[in-house]
């Protein structure tokens, strides 16, 4: 059963895996996002991910709240995102998920909060 701390700790900081390999170990072949109210479809998430991992050194994950019940899945954290230009992005989010069969997130819907009076997101 994936965690998005795990899905996060690959897709950011496990260079070994290709975007692809990080993708499909954590995120089901029909799998959708919905962030802030808006949808993306799996391959606008891969090439968001792919982008974000040409910039993003490095992700910290810190879990204040997690909750699995059956194929439903909750979870509150913060990442901070330090990018190759020294940049640093702090945000607080909110998720609620359903995995599939396999243990991999099939849908995520999140709410961002942006830290630290940031005004962009990556």
């Given at each position: ?28 072949p029909?799998?959708?996002?919905r962030?802030?109210?808006?949808w ?15 910039i ?7 879990v ?38 396999d ?5 995520i ?6 830290l ?7």
């Open positions: 059963m994936s965690t998005i701390k795990e899905a996060i700790e690959d897709l950011f900081n496990n260079p070994q895996l290709s975007a692809d390999e990080a993708i499909n170990r954590h995120f089901g029909d799998f959708r996002q962030t802030n109210g808006s993306d479809d799996r391959p606008t998430f891969f090439a968001r991910i792919v982008h974000l991992r040409e993003v050194k490095h992700a910290t994950i810190t204040l709240d997690e909750l699995v019940d059956g194929e439903r899945y909750a979870e509150r954290h913060i990442v901070d995102l330090v990018r190759h230009d020294g940049e640093r992005i702090r945000q607080e989010v909110y998720v609620f998920a359903q995995r599939d069969p243990g991999r997130f099939a849908r819907e999140e709410t961002t909060l942006i630290d009076n940031q005004q962009e997101t990556p």
